[in-house]
């Protein structure tokens, strides 16, 4: 899998086009702003886009979706939960597959009721789940700040630690991390308890 990961729009958001070995299928991630630039890549290496998936609900993630759902007929993914138009829902267990690839749906919610991560052996693309070095906050509509904590403590801290994070936006000091460096420096790991993390909030 080839993963083209593009920073875009002002609050520095990732929008991630998946490209499988064979150049043949793909999938967008998040798409939201430059989307002339993402039509660009697509035209000029004859990517078929398969589907646009939304890690989660908010704009900074979605404003892209008519544009390029309109330009590549892609059908367009979201958690079951999500209160947004979509073409497929999908929850925890689910697969997403395009060309020789497969991802997995995780629902993570916390930074948001319909927050999913997607993984697969090497990889997860966590959303505003979790960032290099901090975390997605909860104190939007929908936010959860014990929900986020069981979703970073109970699911994604179990999973193999030398998985590669790539996150929805571009917040820490490197663009990716590792499941194994970010229980090292993130702030979210530094709390000892499910209560000293609700503390912070205080
Ligand atoms: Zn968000």
């Known amino acids: 899998m080839k993963i083209n990961q593009l920073e875009v729009g002002s609050m520095q958001n990732f929008t991630y086009l998946l490209v499988d070995d064979n150049n043949k299928s793909s999938i967008l991630i998040d798409p939201s702003w430059n989307t002339e630039y993402i039509k660009k890549l697509i035209q000029q290496y004859h990517i078929q886009v398969k589907y646009i998936v939304n890690t989660h609900h908010h704009f900074d993630h979605v404003l892209g979706n008519d544009d390029m759902s309109k330009t590549t007929h892609a059908k367009i993914i979201q958690h079951k939960s999500s ?3 979509h073409d ?30 997607l993984i697969n052996d090497k990889y997860i693309f966590s959303g505003d789940t979790i960032f290099v070095g901090s975390f997605g906050r909860t104190d939007l509509p929908g936010g959860n700040a014990e929900q986020l904590y069981d979703s970073v403590f109970g699911i994604l801290a179990n999973l193999n630690d030398d998985l590669i994070i790539y996150p ?6 490197t663009s990716t991390s590792t499941i ?4 090292k420096t993130n702030i979210i790991f530094k709390c000892k308890s499910k209560h000293e993390f609700l503390n912070m909030f205080k």
């Open 83 to 85: 209160p947004l138009k």
């Open 180 to 183: 194994r460096q970010e229980k």
């Open 168 to 173: 929805g936006h571009n917040y820490g000091s």
């Open 88 to 117: 497929i829902s999908v929850e925890s267990g689910d697969k997403i597959q395009f060309g020789d690839c497969e991802l997995n749906v995780i629902h993570t919610p916390g930074h948001s009721q319909d927050s999913i991560c």
